[in-house]
């Protein structure tokens, strides 16, 4: 058994997307990997599309680098290592989705039993978090996401969309 499953939470996935009109790399390979780090979680595809696109605007000027993170939470009477919805769909759907960015931009899909616990264990302290919600004038399940975010001591930027 993985050593993320002994915690509720296994990395399914992970790959770095690179802008398709980005420049050469550079023959060094001692880079430093960029200082700040804004993490997108996955709430529905339109409104993740709209937080990408706010994050994208956030990350160029400050040299940033963007993590899409994507919860999947697997049932319990399913082993965490099977999840409802295969990985090789969601992989093809989040690399559709992450190329709409035009920063670096990297996908994190986590097979989960608790989305709130693997967010407090998968995001640095203080992240800078984006966060897409449909705009309506009653509270929207991203509400409490945002605000118990916040209280973990992350910054929190929700982007609405229609």
Known sequence: MREGAQIGMILAFEKPLVPLAAPPKPTQTYAEPPSLEISVVFTSVESTLGALKQAGALAQPLGAHITLIVPQVVPYPLPLESPPVLLDFNESRFFAIARESRIATSVRIYLCRDRWDLLSKSLRPHSLVVLG??????????????????????????????
Not at 135 to 160: C, D, I, N
């Open 133 to 162: 919600a449909r705009k309506r004038w009653w509270p929207t399940p991203e509400a409490p996401l945002a605000k118990r975010l916040r209280r973990m001591g992350h910054e929190v930027v929700v982007v609405e969309t229609e």
